[in-house]
């Protein structure tokens, strides 16, 4: 298998690790299936970049924009599903282990409405005025 180079998106650009990778194992094999690594990274100047430019930009998008956002997201993961699993083999999950995380969060459909509230609809019932008595 390849060993494959993490990298690291910050402040709009791809970032390789600029010291000593560190080794991802397979917990199958014990055979490194990639390489990564932080140091390099200006984290005080990305939470400085996260909060002039990210927060603003998504602040500025709808509720449906976000979504597909999202849904762009979902699809690229879906495109690629079977080197995704490949990838979660030498984590020793099977494969319907690997369905949550690779297929599951891509499945979800939201509706078309203005707004989205978590949980079940609450019946909110009518109640009797006490001055009409109805």
Known sequence: MKTLKLLNY???Q???TSGSPAEVESAVTGETIAVTGSE?????AMLDHGRR???PALR???FHQRAW???DLANAVMARKEELYELSYDTGATRTDGWIDIEGGAMRELG???DYREGAAAFMAK????????
């Open 10 to 12: 910050a402040q709009d």
């Open 40 to 44: 390099g990274l200006d984290f005080r």
């Open 112 to 114: 078309s409405s203005d």
């Open 60 to 62: 500025r998008m709808t």
């Open 69 to 71: 956002m999202l849904k």
């Open 14 to 16: 791809w970032y390789a």
């Open 127 to 134: 109640r009797k005025s006490s001055f009409t008595g109805k």
């Open 53 to 55: 430019v990210g927060g």
